[in-house]
T-cell receptor
Framework: DAMVIQNPRYQVTQFGKPVTLSCSQT?????MYWYQQKSSQAPKLLFH???????NEADTPDNFQSRRPNTSFCFLDIRSPGLGDAAMYLC??????????????FGPGTRLTVL | KQEVTQIPAALSVPEGENLVLNCSFT??????LQWFRQDPGKGLTSLLL?????REQTSGRLNASLDKSSGRSTLYIAASQPGDSATYLC????????????FGDGTTLTVKP
């Protein structure tokens, strides 16, 4: 009964080779988030979707893009991964963004290694 | 800009001890505060969510409190067990940007048998 699923769990890519990470959810939540977490650091929000409305964080590099083709799926595309992009990428969902419905539920993460 | 601090960064206790983890934040205009647990190499598991209008939440051996005016939250763990060993993170959601949570760096807890 997994609720937020991330694939793959481990991804190895080469410097500069585009990579896509996948997130799906069975909760039918309106909001989906992508976070980057480096070792021993706090998760850093990259962007989120409220339904189809894309919300980018001001300091998210252009190298990071996202797509949400439907309610259940959201993808993180890294166009030209650098060594500094090696991290854990976490997907999360919430029913909404209001006071009563913004509790976040996280997936297991994808560990990205850049060679 | 909201800043969230968790002190200490690491804590080691013997099994059975009651303990308190701290989270402080600089901007008290928050929607809610959420405590998470993260095991090594894994995602985050939600433990407790406290809305801005609440003062505490309890789940089993866990109790989280919130004092907005002083910008503090505590997570109390009763009768700690080795299985409680993990990193505990707090995250605050602001009123002004409903989509963005700010996380602390976490406290890594080790409970020794």
């Amino acid at each position: 009964d997994a609720m937020v699923i991330q694939n793959p769990r481990y991804q190895v890519t080469q410097f500069g080779k585009p990579v896509t990470l996948s997130c799906s959810q069975t909760l039918n939540h309106n909001v989906m988030y992508w976070y980057q977490q480096k070792s021993s650091q706090a998760p850093k929000l990259l962007f989120h979707y409220y339904d189809k409305d894309f919300n980018n964080e001001a300091d998210t590099p252009d190298n990071f893009q996202s797509r949400r083709p439907n309610t259940s799926f959201c993808f993180l595309d890294i166009r030209s991964p650098g060594l500094g992009d090696a991290a854990m990428y976490l997907c999360a969902t919430s029913r909404g963004r209001g006071l009563e419905d913004n509790e976040q539920f996280f997936g297991p993460g994808t560990r990205l290694t850049v060679l | 800009k909201q800043e969230v601090t968790q002190i200490p960064a690491a804590l080691s206790v013997p099994e059975g001890e009651n303990l308190v983890l701290n989270c402080s934040f600089t901007d008290s205009a928050i929607y809610n505060l959420q405590w998470f647990r993260q095991d090594p190499g894994k995602g985050l598991t939600s433990l407790l969510l406290i809305q801005s209008s609440q003062r505490e939440q309890t789940s089993g051996r866990l109790n989280a409190s919130l004092d907005k005016s002083s910008g503090r939250s505590t997570l109390y763990i009763a009768a700690s067990q080795p299985g409680d060993s993990a990193t505990y993170l707090c995250a605050v959601r602001p009123h002004t940007n409903a989509g963005k949570s700010t996380f602390g760096d976490g406290t890594t807890l080790t409970v020794k048998p």
